[in-house]
């Protein structure tokens, strides 16, 4: 009988756990709320609260609604969002993250401080944690991906350098050096690590927890930037790793003879997923 954990380490970050709880409150409360985006990038979870009542919009819809409540996710919204609420007389309930909120305000500070600064983004182009970064600039951020953005960045000017809340650090350090190497020293350039440890530490526990088993289950929407980081770390250093977004995903054959499985998940995976998952993989094997 092949031994089944999850790794406990795994799960909603508390930015999420506080979006959600908010959420929560007010559907208890009311049976209605609007929300802005996806509450949380898996859709087992949206699919869950959509049957208490909460109703996903976007900001076109947003645009058209009048004398109603809508929640802010964990992610952020740029100053655009509250304008139209104020407008609109809609009342925000507020749950964006506090760590993307003290970001949001160093980068609002470093651009209305600073005269004509350039203001780089490391981060996911159009992710919405971003789209509330770069509003803090009235859009004029360069938000870069990689070293192929690097192209983007002028040189010739003074850089502010600044990192989606959760980017990779490894990746993150390996930007500020190639920046570092173009700009010579010939003009200012100042970096500033705002990646959530919480997210960030996760990196190294996942990579002990995918060591210690010989299989790897990890469950993650497909639309979550932090999955796909913490995925690809689980399948570095343990082969026998697996991407599922649901139970009903698992192949049995990857189960075939291994005695110790491990269950993993990103900062977006509700923990009762999880526990479905393993329900799953003791059924099977």
């Not at 990038?41 to 959509?50: G, I």
């Not at 970096?191 to 990196?203: E, G, H, K, L, P």
């Not at 990890?218 to 639309?223: E, M, N």
């Amino acid at each position: 009988m092949a031994v089944v954990e999850i790794d406990q380490g795994s799960g909603f970050c508390f930015g999420v756990v506080t979006a959600i709880r908010k959420a929560e409150e007010e559907l208890d409360k009311s049976g209605h709320l609007y929300c802005l985006g996806d509450i949380v990038h898996n859709s087992n979870e949206v699919e869950r609260l959509e049957r208490k009542g909460l109703e996903t919009i976007t900001h076109e819809q947003l645009k058209n609604l009048h004398n109603v409540k809508v929640l802010l996710r964990a992610h952020g919204e740029p100053p655009e969002t509250y304008e139209i609420a104020r407008r609109n007389n809609i009342e925000i309930i507020d749950a964006t993250c506090p760590v993307v909120l003290q970001l949001q305000r160093r980068i609002h500070s470093t651009y209305n401080t600073l005269k004509n600064p350039q203001i780089i983004i490391y981060g996911k182009n159009g992710h919405a944690e971003v789209n509330g970064l770069v509003g803090q600039t009235n859009g004029e951020a360069i938000v870069i991906q990689d070293e192929q953005d690097l192209s983007n960045i002028d040189f010739d000017r003074d850089i502010y350098l600044y990192s989606q809340t959760t980017k990779s650090l490894h990746g993150f350090r390996n930007i500020v050096k190639k920046i570092a190497e173009r700009n010579g020293g010939k003009h200012t350039f100042e970096s500033y690590d705002t990646i959530c440890r919480q997210v960030a530490n996760r990196i190294d526990k996942i990579r002990e927890f995918a060591k210690a088993h010989e299989l790897i289950i990890f469950v993650s929407g497909k639309k979550s930037s932090n999955g796909k980081i913490l995925f690809a770390e689980c399948i570095d250093t343990n082969p026998s790793s697996y991407l599922i977004s649901a139970e009903d995903e698992i192949n049995p054959e990857w189960l075939k003879g291994k005695g110790s499985i491990g269950i993993c998940g990103a900062t977006s995976t509700p923990m009762w997923l999880m526990n479905k998952v393993k329900e799953r993989i003791e059924k099977l094997v």
